[in-house]
């Protein structure tokens, strides 16, 4: 009889807890539709205002009016940029070689060389 009572007593425990988790589970889903519900109100006369706002009250001052010359590209300014960068890199590419240039140009250079060692 005392097992009987243990096992009752355990089954309804099982079942209780099994509620109890059902309910925490839909106490959980209500509290989030709750306050979905509270941010639709809230945002129903904010979406009011906003619309409000929003009027077709654009008005065109003037027409636009195309340039008789072309802003861009400034053809004179681009091919005198070339040609200056062009002579840049010219100078320097001829600095350059001249530097690495090791060849024996006369005969003073070689007696100089052959001094240094």
Same mark, same amino acid.
């Given at each position: 009889?005392?097992? @009987?009572?243990? *096992? ?8 209780? %807890? ?8 839909? @106490? ?15 945002? %129903?006369?904010?979406? $009011?205002?906003?619309? $409000?706002?929003?009027? %077709?009250?654009?008005? =065109?001052?003037? %027409? ?13 300014? #681009?091919? $005198? ?6 002579? =840049?890199?010219?100078? $320097? *590419? ?7 240039? #090791? ?13 240094? @060692?």
């Amino acid at each position: 009889m005392l097992k @009987k009572a243990v *096992a009752d007593t355990k089954a309804e425990f099982d079942r209780v %807890n099994a509620r109890s988790f059902e309910y925490d589970s839909l @106490k959980h889903e209500a509290e989030a539709d709750k306050k979905l519900y509270e941010e639709l109100i809230t945002k %129903n006369p904010e979406a $009011g205002i906003n619309s $409000g706002f929003q009027s %077709n009250m654009v008005r =065109i001052a003037d %027409n636009a009016r195309p340039s008789w010359k072309p802003v861009f590209p400034n053809i004179p300014l #681009n091919v $005198g940029l070339a040609i200056l960068f062009s002579a =840049i890199v010219a100078v $320097g *590419a001829a600095i350059l070689r001249d530097t690495l240039d #090791n060849t024996i140009r006369d005969s003073e250079q070689v007696s100089r060389i052959a001094k240094a @060692k």
